[in-house]
């Protein structure tokens, strides 16, 4: 499961070992300036949609790149029974790759409301 920190109004995102294979990189770090709204969810799963570069076992895991050919862009590592954060990016800030990260983290709820609180303080 991917690990999630928010420090220096920076959010650094880890993957595991297996879900770098899927997602194509150790890690992704983007400013809070790029996030648009960030919200805990209770079925990740269900956001990811779309045609994929990734790895899916029905109703149990998702993780990858969704929305290659049109939609978002999201990059994806989200498990069934796990709480989810659900970011909304601002694309060109947060590198140019992806509109949307979905993830899976027991820590998903304090997440979103720590980064919700560094958005409204601008930071």
């Not at 294979?21 to 779309?50: C, K, M, Q, T, Y």
């Not at 994806?76 to 989810?84: F, L, N």
Request: positive net charge; proline residues 5%; without cysteine.
């Amino acid at each position: 499961m991917a690990a999630v920190t928010v420090t220096d109004g920076m959010i650094d995102i880890r993957f595991t070992g297996w879900e770098r294979i899927w997602v194509g990189r150790e890690r992704f770090v983007l400013p809070l300036s790029a996030v648009r709204h960030a919200a805990g969810v209770d079925n990740p799963l269900r956001l990811a949609w779309g045609a994929r570069r990734g790895y899916v076992v029905s109703g149990f895991a998702k993780v990858g790149v969704w929305g290659i050919y049109g939609g978002p862009r999201q990059l994806v590592a989200a498990r069934r029974g796990e709480p989810g954060l659900h970011l909304v990016l601002d694309r060109a800030a947060a590198g140019g790759e992806f509109d949307e990260v979905v993830l899976s983290t027991p820590a998903a709820p304090g997440l979103a409301e720590a980064i919700g609180r560094s958005m409204a303080a601008g930071t």
